[in-house]
């Protein structure tokens, strides 16, 4: 190296090839057991989270997170962070699930989204969760929440029970009970008012209700 005000001339480090001043190289001897550069130090090697190109002696660095790796895109450990497709991640994206290895690993169908391969935390459409399962039919004292994919002990409200599907649904076809059970005809004693809610008839007025209910169901 050269010193600018009287020009003398200093030896860069035995391991450098070039050198910005005695302990900053620029270039590694590669002739030397410390023939990697990496920033301004000659390495055996580059260290975790740097990488060389083929016939190269620059380290370059892998990128976030990344430990090891064979290029800048294509990543092989993590270091606090999941790796997916080469690439390191802070969390495991839509469909997949973070391994005992810090991997991304994709969700097995029926399963949407999941916490381990055991366990469905989702469902893909036309199954329904119960439990941590996906199952094409919830079991006999479940209701299929259709519109959540999702097996539940009751339809809660504002959601109808649909007897015929063993499912839950905003609406019924016709009419439905005060306990929000879908019906085609009301029970006897019953009659459809105009929001086709069935309540009890009253004799009254039983003959015009029941005409709106029968011509109703007729359509």
Not at 112 to 131: D, E, K
Not at 160 to 173: E, I, T
Not at 188 to 196: E, M
Not at 197 to 203: E, F, S, V
Request: charged fraction near 5%.
């Amino acid at each position: 190296m050269t010193t600018s005000g009287d020009m003398q001339c200093f030896a860069c480090s035995t391991t450098c090839g070039e050198c910005y001043d005695a302990t900053a190289c620029k270039s590694c001897a590669h002739s030397s057991n410390l023939p990697y550069l990496q920033g301004t130090a000659c390495q055996a090697q580059c260290t975790d989270g740097y990488y060389s190109l083929p016939g190269s002696f620059l380290c370059h660095s892998c990128g976030q997170w990344c430990l090891t790796c064979h290029t800048i895109n294509n990543c092989s450990k993590c270091a606090n962070a999941y790796l997916l497709d080469g690439t390191c991640r802070s969390q495991c994206p839509t469909l997949y699930f973070a391994n005992l290895v810090f991997a991304c690993e994709k969700c097995s169908p029926p399963c949407l989204n999941c916490a381990n391969s055991a366990n469905c935390l989702t469902c893909i459409p036309g199954y329904f969760l119960y439990l941590t399962h996906c199952l094409s039919q919830c079991p006999l004292d479940q209701w299929a929440i259709t519109s959540l994919n999702i097996c539940n002990s009751t339809c809660y409200p504002p959601l109808f029970y649909l007897a015929s599907s063993r499912s839950c649904s905003y609406s019924c076809a016709l009419y439905h009970s005060a306990a929000r059970l879908c019906l085609s005809l009301c029970d006897s004693g019953y009659i459809a008012n105009q929001t086709y809610g069935c309540q009890p008839c009253a004799t009254a007025d039983c003959s015009a209700m029941l005409y709106f209910q029968l011509t109703q169901s007729q359509l």
